[in-house]
Each structure stands twice: as C-alpha cells, then as structure tokens.
C-alpha cells in the first residue's frame, strides 16, 4: 500500500468516521405499544431536532472542509489524467504540438476509440490548459512531417486547426516532425519550451535535441493486430500482392481475395469473363506469420479493374482494400559512371549503382556507357546519375535538356575530369564556364548548411577530399547553392530547368578522391535525387504522402477515392504546384487534358512496425506523468477559504434560530398541541 | 400442521394477558370476600314510599317526579327519588377491545383480565344479594350478551364467558360497537339497574359517553370504572419514543420526558368529563390501575351503587 493509499484511506475516515457517529445519534426509537398514544403530543425528539437542517449542513461543509484541506495537502501527489501543461517558472510555455496522423494512428484502441482520436483529444486538453501567452505550434508527424499551425499565441486558431485535423495512410516521419516542432519553438522568447509528441510511436527513434520530446497517453502505445493490403500489381494474367501483418494472429484464418472494384477504370479484356462489381475472382489463404508476405493469385479477369481485399477483421479497416495496379514500370535511374574509377576495389557495379541498390527503393538503376543523343532514349528514366563527366556534346546537352524539361532529374558528380573537357563539349546544364579542380583544405561540407538533408547530412562534414571542383565561379544563372563546404565554398548546387532539376556536386563518388560515397549522406543525397524524381516523373505508383509535382502554368485536375484532390500544396519553387495524395486508392490524374491513373499505396512499415515505449533512460523522452500534474493548490484554497466562510454564517444562523425553535418547545401550549 | 400454525400463533397472540390475576375464580371470590356483601335494602331510587332524595332530571324521567318547589326556588329541574324493596340487576358493560389486552412490563396483568376480575367479583356479590347479573361486550371477540341470570349457575356462566373472552376489535372501526352494546343495556334493564361499565375510556368512538349517560334515565345507576395500565397512568418513559396504538395505525414519535404533563393534562381532561357528565346523571367514574388491588375497586363500585361517593 502505498503513501497516497494510507493517506487517502485516512482521509476517508475523517469523513465517514464522524458521518456514521451522526447516524447512530439520530437513529431511530424503539417502537413500543402505548394503546393511548393519540393522547401523547407530538414533540420532535432533541436529537432530531439537533440533526435537522443546520447540523446537517454544517456536517456537509466541515467534511468539504476535510477534503479540501486533505487535497490542498496533497496536491503535490495529484496526478490528473487530463494532460495539463506543467509551467517550470509559471510563466508562459511555449508548446509545439506533434500530432501523428500516419496510418497507424487509425488502429482502434479498447476504448472504442482510435488512436488518432484519443491523439487529438489530448492535443485539446493541452490546448485547454493553455493561457494567454502561450504560443502554440501544431505539427503532423505523417510523411512527410509538416508544419499545421506556425507558433502562435492564438489559441483560438490552434483549436480550429486541432478540430479539423483528419487522419491520413501516411507513413510515420518522427524524426521530422520533432525537429519541426524543435525548431517552431526555438526562436519563440518563451523560457519554457515544449515538445508534446501524440504518438504511438510506430517510426524511427525521436532524434537528439532540445527540448527533450515529452510522450503522455501511453494508451497510444499499445500493440494491435492488423494486416494491410501494402500494393497489389497486375503481372500479365496473375496479380502480385503484398500483404503485410503486425502479427501472427492478425494474419490467422484469414484471406486475401480479388474483387472486382467499383471504382474500375478500366474495362475487362474481351477474352475474360465478365464479373459483377464486388464480385469475388480469386482468393489466397494468407500465412499466419507476422511480416510482409507475397501472394499470388490469378483471376479469372485482368487486374486492372481489381481490388485486393481481407477477409474478417482487424484494428484498421481502411487498410484491408487496395487497388490493383496495372503492370508496375518501375521509377527508372540512369547511371553514367566509370567503372574504372568509380567501383570499389573489390571490383564489381559501380559505387552509385551500389548505393542506389542498396536504398531498396522501387527503382529500376540502369547503367549507360555515355548519354544518349536522343531524348526519346532517356523517357524510360525519371532520373540521371552523371559520375565524373568529362564534358557533354552538343546533341547530349539538347536532349539532356529536353529531358529536363520534361521533369528529369540529373545529378552531375563533378570530379577531375571537369578540369579537362574536350573541345565543343561542356558540363551545361550543371555549370557554365569552365571548372578547376584542385586540393583543398577544407575537411567535409558545412554540417548547418546541409541540415535539410536530416540526420545523415551531418556525416557529410568529414570528408577527407583529396580535391574538389570550384563551382563558385561557373555558376549558372538561376543556380541555387543548396550545401557549402566549411570554408564557404559550394558544395551542392541546384538548378531548375523547365520541369526538370539538375543538381551538381563539387565531388565524384570514386572512393580515390574522397570518403563521400562511404557517408551515409550519401546515400541521402541519391534518395533526395529519386524523390525529386518520384515528384516530376508521376509515378504510377506512390506511397501516400508522396507529393506529386506539375507545371505552376499546367491545368492539373486530380480525382481521387474521396473525390477532387482538393489540397494543393505549395512546394517551395514558384514554378512548380504539389499535390499530396495522402490516402490510399486510385487516382485518376487529368494533366493538360492527358488523363492517367495512379495508384497510392501505403508503407508496409506501418503495419509492421510495432508501438514501443520509449526507453525509459533515454533522456530525449519523457514518457511519466510528471509534467502532467495539476497545480490547482490556489483553487482548492480559495474554496476552503470559502467553506470556512459558509460554516460561520451556518453557525451564526443557527445561534439564532434553535433558541427561539426551543422556546417554542418548552411552553406547555406547544406540547399540549 | 403447518397450516395451522399461523392460526395457532394468532390465538396465543389474542389470548388475554392474565399475568397474576389468574385464577379468576379465586382472584374475584378474594375481592367479593374483601368487600361487605350483607343482605341489603333496596338502593333503588325512583318510584316508592319513602323519600330518597333529589337528582337532576334527564330526559326519560318520569315528569310526575319532577320537585316543581325546587323547580322554582332554584330555577332547575330536579326529580324527586323514593326508596323502595326491589331487587336490583347488576349490568356489566366489559370493553373487551385491543387496548384492553395492553399490559405494560410492570404490571400484573391485563387491563382487560383486571376488568374481569373486578367484574367477576361483582357479579359474586351481587348474586349473593339475589340480584341478577347481565353481561354486556364492547369489542372482543364477538360474543353473544348474557342476559340477567340470578344462582350459581349464572356466577359460573358469567365467570366463564370472562375467562375465555380475547381482547380485539377496533372501536375506531367498529363505531357501533359501543351503541349496540348500551342499545341492549336500555331495553332490557330494568328500573334501578346498576350500569357498571369496565373500559379504560381509549378510542372509544365519539358520543360514547352521550350514550353511557343517557342509560341514566329509568332510576339506573351508572359506575363507569376506567381500568389503565401502570403505564399508562404514570407514563413513565423517558427520552425519544416511537409509540403505536394497539387500535388502528396511528404512530408518534415524540420525546416522553417533554410530553409527560402534556399526556397526563390530556388523560385527567377525559377523567373529568366523564367524571362530571355521569355526576350529572347521579354516576360516578372510578379510576383503577391494575397494579393496584381489585379489592378496593369492587369497593368503591360498591360504595358507588350505594350512592356513595367513592
């Protein structure tokens, strides 16, 4: 038994102790017969008299006394199971709200209610206990993490955005979204800053920083069982779909089945047989195993016009159903490297090609001995990878360039040969003029400077580069330097070019001139380059929360499962307009009169990827309730200064008014009344 | 059996409380024997030889008797009473209902068993004067009257129907209970009767003792003897109590030590109506409690139906 128990029993008795004295005094006489009792007047008896309104209310206001004086003691031990912002100083607090609205957060919870619910429900406690002063930020950890509501002191403002937040199919981005929410409360002058995270912690650790992430509502954290449809894609006549499962008996006597789909954009072939819409065309018995698992089927009609569906039921039901894609043509990569002086001594494809393989992303890498001449050559590539060029001809750079108007993405490695381009040939569209290369004593890039690479940028300061390109003189107009070196130099430079983007780097990949392709920012930068590419190619396939980029100028309708795609966001160039699909389904995009179908599919690691409870030591998260205590001490003082006032009048009152009742009772006409 | 035992429960419940009182034969025979029994002359007053005094008229007097000197020296009517040699019935009037059946912790029986046995011993003297005996019930169980017998045989029929009557009844239901009774008291008894009524005066319904004193006419003597209960005489309780009637719902709660004189003032202002209505009618009331002897009651009865003054 605990202190708190001991003393909350104590308190107890304080009450009911004095409580069932007051019963046992007034309880009732013992009936007898008195075959005369009409002639008996009717008097109450003293001990009633005396516990009739006045001792009765007196007794309610000394107990409320008991308590309030029992609470105002301990509120040091109260613990409320509202959130309630705990103030180091009193003074205001500046809070950034960190609301998941990934997939995850749709699991349902015992309470009948979902995770993202009970989410949101915390985050207008929170905002309740805010006062004037505070400022509030309002971040969503769904990927990618963004900003819902900049720091503001109008609570007003922070409670519509909390009131209108949904949940997404997006995946988890923690790391992200802290680092939002750090950063919107940085420059605030609030001495006490905050970062609340409403989540079920599903994603990657919580990053390092101040202020330590503060983690209430462990009920999010609980475990669920869940399997989802991750994607589903049409090969020939079998489909291929990957299921993925939070566990094993999630997965338990359950099936996926092919339906075909009332949203069906596309007509069955001529040869199959014609199926009514929800029918059932083919069916699979899942494995009871937790993990993501392939299953196979072939209906007895095309796939395009399919949905793959569960059987039964499970935590998130919005995650059971997934559109069937046509025949996937993976996001191709293009890859223009040496392998001479870009492959690791043990020999084998080249580092870049290595990198990309092992970021497992749905990327065909193609290697190619030189550009191609011909635009048409490069349309089956969504991105470009130029390590080390020695110069491109006139006929390269025109379809380079064609390309890049389209929405191509190229990153130019530039290294030695930069130095030493043939004649007629130059680095355009990377650079303009001509490039030196030379030593250098610069160590590695400027960590600051490539902050919006993540965590894995700031590998990029130790680089050991045995020379480097200077780009600072050959820079092309409109170039934008996005990383320096740390002596200022540019590292990374950015060009816009049509609806394409060109992106060079003062570095080659070969492991002779630098450590840059060991860093694991390295590896960021290729997933940088393949998600600009994702965003201008369209690809047909997408994990929500994937921004899909067009022209500024283009006329851009987007229907999607819940109709018009009716948020534009927009990216950060003027030139371009983004559209996030942030759920699961097929679109039907409309650009510049072409219409294509994509699909959006969702993150297997959601579902995979089960709730955790921080670590306990980690000091980067506070997971107790202490900051959630209340300090209602002046309160619970005010109202016991208040009973005290109530029990003199009562008393006061009662001096008055019991003589003149017993004055009454002593004269003999009462009694013979 | 076991379907008669409710039965059986209910008639222990009812049967009279006799405490020390019983045996009734030996109990009243002890009182008649207190009380002088000689041979007597006729107290019958009314039509006769001999002058016996003056009464205040009621209505039913036989108008030749009214005293018209001492109408109108003193402006009232009064009838002029003769002594005369006749036998004299004794009618007892028994209130037999629930309250009677009260015994307090104290006392030694029933107030009901404390009648009988002042009745009883009545009926002992009277038959051995060779006046006859009538028995008359105000509740109870519902038995039949006797009517005025004379011998010994009368003494044990009256002794027998005392021994087995159970206290019931409510007269605050049973309005009538009491008329039906005086009812048959008015037509059979006959001139200078003596009317001796045993009740402890407790709910008994409305105009009660109207009837009682209108039995007065005719040269009937009337001795209401109101029996009470230790208890009820001295209320000796203290402190917060919850009393019920033993004849109807009625319940009180009150405080006994606040209420004692109120409740004695209310039981002494019914002695004294009855006391001074029957005084009218040439009655008297005698006060009994059953922890006192019954000799002294059947004493005063006695000295009551004598004329004198108890």
């Known amino acids: 038994m605990s202190f708190a128990v001991g003393l909350a029993l104590a308190v107890a008795a304080f009450v009911v102790v004095p409580f069932v004295a007051h019963l046992l005094r007034r309880s009732r006489a013992d009936e007898r017969e008195f075959p005369p009792a009409h002639l008996v007047p009717v008097v109450e008896p003293v001990a009633r008299q005396r516990s009739r309104l006045e001792d009765r209310a007196l007794f309610g206001v000394r107990a409320a006394m008991i308590l309030a004086l029992a609470v105002l003691g301990a509120t040091p031990l109260v613990r409320c199971s509202r959130l309630s912002i705990a103030r180091q100083s009193g003074g205001s607090v500046a809070l950034a709200i960190v609301v998941d609205d990934s997939l995850s957060m749709r699991s349902q919870t015992p309470s009948g209610k979902s995770r993202f619910d009970l989410a949101r429900g915390g985050a207008r406690e929170l905002l309740a206990a805010a006062r004037e002063g505070d400022a509030v930020a309002v971040i969503l950890a769904g990927a990618p993490a963004r900003v819902a509501l900049s720091a503001t002191t109008d609570l007003g403002a922070a409670r519509r955005v909390i009131a209108e937040l949904e949940v997404t199919d997006r995946p988890t981005d923690l790391a992200a979204a802290v680092q939002l929410g750090r950063s919107a409360v940085k420059p605030l002058p609030h001495v006490d800053r905050k970062v609340v995270l409403l989540s079920d912690f599903a994603g990657a650790p919580v990053p390092n920083g101040e202020p330590a992430v503060w983690a209430p509502m462990a009920e999010l954290r609980n475990a669920m069982d869940d399997c989802a449809v991750v994607s589903a894609v049409s090969h020939g006549r079998r489909v291929s779909a990957t299921v993925a499962c939070s566990s094993a008996q999630a997965a338990r006597g359950r099936s996926l089945d092919l339906a075909v789909s009332t949203q069906a954009a596309t007509a069955p072939d001529a040869g199959a047989p014609l199926a009514k819409t929800g029918e059932v065309v083919a069916s699979a018995k899942l494995d009871p195993r937790a993990g993501e698992q392939t299953v196979s089927l072939e209906p007895s009609t095309l796939g395009a016009g399919l949905d793959a569906q569960l059987s039964g039921k499970d935590s998130i039901a919005e995650d059971d159903r997934a559109p069937v894609a046509p025949e996937a043509q993976g996001l191709g990569v293009a890859v223009i490297s040496d392998v001479a002086t870009s492959s690791a001594t043990t020999g084998g494809a080249t580092v870049v090609e290595q990198a990309l393989e092992a970021l497992a992303l749905d990327v065909g890498v193609k290697p190619l001995p030189t550009l191609p001449d011909d635009a048409k050559e490069l349309e089956r590539f969504a991105a470009l990878v130029l390590d080390d060029p020695g110069g491109l001809a006139p006929e390269a750079r025109a379809a380079l360039g064609e390309w890049l108007e389209r929405g191509g993405v190229a990153l130019g490695l530039l290294g030695p040969r930069a130095e030493s381009v043939q004649l007629g040939t130059t680095l355009e569209p990377f650079v303009s003029g001509a490039l030196s290369w030379g030593t250098t004593k610069s160590g590695g890039v400027d960590p600051k400077s490539i902050a919006w690479l993540g965590a894995p940028g700031s590998s990029l300061s130790s680089l050991a580069p045995r020379g480097r390109v200077r780009l600072e003189s050959a820079l092309a107009p409109g170039a934008t330097v996005l990383a320096r070196w740390d002596d200022g130099e540019p590292f990374m430079v950015e060009k816009r070019v049509g609806r394409g983007l060109t992106l060079t780097v003062s570095l080659p990949s070969a492991p002779d001139h630098s450590d840059l392709a060991l860093r694991p920012g390295f590896l960021a930068l290729l997933e940088h380059v393949i998600e600009q590419s994702e965003r201008r190619a369209g690809p047909r396939r997408s994990v929500a929360g994937t921004p899909w980029a067009f022209p500024a100028g283009s006329r851009v309708e987007i229907d999607g499962p819940r109709g018009p795609l009716a948020r534009e966001t927009a990216s950060g160039a003027e030139t371009e307009r983004a559209f996030v699909p942030s759920r699961v389904g097929r679109y039907r995009v409309r650009v510049e009169g072409t219409t294509e179908q994509r699909i959006v599919t969702l993150d297997s690691a959601e579902i995979t990827t089960a709730p955790h409870e921080p670590d306990q030591h980690d000091e980067r998260v506070v997971t107790s309730g202490v900051d959630n205590q209340v300090d209602a001490s002046s309160e619970v003082a005010l109202a016991l200064l208040a009973l005290l006032a109530l029990e003199l009048a009562l008393r006061a009152t009662r001096r008055l008014a019991p003589r003149r009742k017993r004055r009454r009772a002593d004269r003999p006409s009462a009694l013979a009344s | ?310």
């Open chain 2, 1 to 310: 059996m076991s379907a008669s035992a409710p039965e059986s429960r209910l008639t222990l419940e009812q049967t009279l409380d006799w405490g020390e009182l019983a045996p009734l034969r030996l109990t009243a025979r002890s009182a008649a024997d207190g009380v002088y029994a000689g041979g007597h002359r006729s107290q019958r007053r009314g039509a006769g030889v001999e002058f016996g005094g003056h009464r205040a008229y009621v209505p039913g007097d036989d108008l030749r008797f009214i005293d018209r000197h001492a109408l109108m020296r003193h402006g009232r009517l009064m009838v002029r009473q003769f002594e005369t040699e006749t036998d004299r019935a004794l009618r007892l009037v028994v209130d037999a209902s629930a309250s009677m059946g009260f015994r307090s912790a104290g006392a030694p029986g029933a107030k009901l068993a404390y009648a009988a046995v002042v009745a009883a011993a009545l009926t002992r003297i009277a038959i051995s004067n060779g006046d006859p005996v009538a028995l008359d019930w105000i509740g109870g169980d519902a038995r039949e009257p006797l009517p005025a017998l004379g011998g010994r045989e009368a003494f044990e029929r009256v002794v027998a129907a005392l021994e087995t009557v159970r206290p019931g009844g409510d007269l605050g239901l049973d309005t009538a209970a009491a008329e039906r009774a005086f009812a048959g008291v008015a037509r059979h008894a006959r001139r200078g009767s003596v009317v001796v009524l045993l009740s402890d005066l407790i709910d008994l319904p409305e105009h009660t003792l109207d009837r009682f004193a209108a039995l007065a006419s005719l040269g009937r003597t009337l001795i209401a003897v109101r029996v009470l209960d230790p208890l009820e005489a001295s209320f000796a309780l203290e402190g917060p109590v919850r009393l019920y009637a033993s004849e109807g719902s009625f319940r009180v709660e009150t405080d006994a030590s606040l209420v004692r004189q109120g409740y004695l003032a209310r039981l002494a202002a019914i002695a004294s109506e009855w006391r001074q209505r029957l005084a009218e009618s040439g009655g008297v009331l005698i006060d009994a409690v059953t922890s006192e002897a019954p000799v002294s009651t059947v004493r005063e009865v006695v000295l009551g139906a004598r004329g004198g003054q108890p």
